[in-house]
């Protein structure tokens, strides 16, 4: 297998093993395509002079389904790129060490995923707090996520409280957020006093051990939330591990995402709060976002950063 394969008119039943095994077989894989650029407007597996057109996102996919990086493509020739993959080096989880700042976690920065930004963003000009209205995040770790408020809400002050169950991230927050208030609580143990808030943010927290989604919902909505408040809750549909962010949730012991749980709490979820006066909206890709606002409420319409 050491001969660099062109592909022009194989179809991807073809293409995806042979570079699977070649892949496998040495933990980098060079081979050339018909230039995506080339087929602009063509859908994948539609002919151009050069071979059978498939986009970049096409050459992502698969590098993502085969655990690899796709490296910068090089020109080879007219219409045609060479493309390498190279295979993820071994990593562990970011949980391995837990969600404090010292964790690979910390490191992950989900406002530079544009599409998780933009339905973010989106999210929270659905709920639309009032000036001076309060926000409670739950699970904030570092509070990279609150970033967003000002860029979705500029024209208005709003009062944060943050709860997480680890310290060392609940002072990490704080420093990001000095403005902010940070308390290190077990959100199954909410004290009263912490008040009702116009909007209540849950991201990546509801599958997490020792949640259970019904209970936490119904506790928020019976003691924390105001009559016209919202919530967005955050599903993960995506790993990330190494530097890289795989789509699909995953399950234990399983080879490929399934998303059969993430598809029941996101169902269970909405019908739960449908069935309480609200209206729902589920958006995103690699963090699936419900947002639940009251089914009276005007939905506004200006939604993008």
Same mark, same amino acid.
């Given at each position: 297998?050491?001969?660099?394969?062109?592909?022009?008119?194989?179809?991807?039943?073809?293409?995806?093993?042979?570079?699977?095994?070649?892949?496998?077989?040495?933990?980098?894989?060079?081979?050339?395509?018909?230039?995506?650029?080339?087929?602009?407007?063509?859908?994948?597996?539609?002919?151009?002079?050069?071979?059978?057109?498939?986009?970049?996102?096409?050459?992502?996919?698969?590098?993502?389904? &085969?655990? $690899?990086?796709? /490296?910068?493509?090089?020109?080879?020739?007219?219409?045609? =790129? *060479?493309?390498? !993959?190279?295979?993820? @080096?071994?990593?562990r989880d970011p949980d391995h060490a837990g969600y404090g700042p010292?964790?690979?976690?910390?490191?992950?920065?989900?406002?530079?995923?544009?599409?998780?930004?933009?339905?973010?963003?989106?999210?929270?000009?659905?709920?639309?707090?009032?000036?001076?209205?309060?926000?409670?995040?739950?699970?904030?770790?570092?509070?990279?996520? &609150?970033? $967003?408020?000002? /860029?979705?809400?500029?024209?208005?002050?709003?009062?944060? =409280? *943050?709860?997480? !169950?680890?310290?060392? @991230?609940?002072?990490?927050?704080?420093?990001?957020?000095?403005?902010?208030?940070?308390?290190?609580?077990?959100?199954?143990?909410?004290?009263?006093?912490?008040?009702?808030f116009d909007l209540i943010l849950a991201l990546s927290l509801l599958q997490s051990p020792g949640v259970t989604q019904?209970?936490?919902?119904?506790?928020?909505?019976?003691?924390?939330?105001?009559?016209?408040?919202? /919530?967005?809750?955050?599903?993960?549909?995506?790993?990330?591990? *190494?530097?890289? !962010?795989?789509?699909? @949730?995953?399950?234990?012991?399983?080879?490929?995402?399934?998303?059969?749980?993430?598809?029941?709490?996101?169902?269970?979820?909405?019908?739960?709060?449908?069935?309480?006066?609200?209206?729902?909206?589920?958006?995103?890709?690699?963090?699936?976002?419900?947002?639940?606002?009251?089914?009276?409420?005007?939905?506004?319409?200006?939604?993008?950063?």
């Amino acid at each position: 297998m050491s001969e660099i394969p062109v592909f022009t008119t194989e179809p991807m039943s073809v293409i995806l093993p042979d570079v699977r095994d070649r892949l496998r077989a040495a933990g980098q894989v060079t081979f050339t395509v018909p230039d995506p650029d080339a087929g602009l407007g063509l859908y994948a597996g539609e002919a151009t002079p050069h071979g059978t057109h498939r986009p970049w996102n096409t050459w992502t996919d698969l590098a993502d389904l &085969l655990g $690899a990086h796709l /490296l910068t493509p090089q020109r080879a020739g007219e219409g045609r =790129v *060479g493309l390498t !993959l190279r295979t993820h @080096a071994p990593a562990r989880d970011p949980d391995h060490a837990g969600y404090g700042p010292d964790g690979d976690w910390a490191r992950v920065n989900k406002l530079e995923d544009p599409v998780f930004l933009a339905t973010f963003t989106e999210a929270l000009r659905r709920v639309n707090p009032p000036p001076g209205g309060r926000v409670l995040a739950l699970g904030v770790n570092a509070g990279h996520e &609150l970033d $967003a408020l000002p /860029l979705a809400l500029p024209d208005r002050a709003l009062a944060v =409280v *943050g709860v997480d !169950l680890d310290p060392a @991230a609940v002072q990490a927050a704080r420093t990001r957020h000095p403005h902010a208030t940070f308390h290190t609580l077990d959100v199954n143990a909410l004290p009263p006093e912490l008040g009702r808030f116009d909007l209540i943010l849950a991201l990546s927290l509801l599958q997490s051990p020792g949640v259970t989604q019904d209970v936490l919902l119904a506790t928020l909505r019976r003691h924390h939330l105001t009559p016209g408040g919202g /919530l967005i809750l955050g599903y993960p549909n995506a790993r990330y591990r *190494g530097g890289t !962010l795989s789509y699909g @949730a995953r399950m234990r012991n399983y080879a490929r995402p399934d998303l059969s749980l993430l598809a029941a709490d996101v169902t269970n979820a909405r019908r739960g709060l449908q069935k309480h006066g609200f209206k729902i909206f589920v958006t995103g890709k690699y963090e699936l976002l419900l947002t639940a606002i009251p089914a009276q409420a005007h939905t506004p319409t200006d939604l993008e950063l």
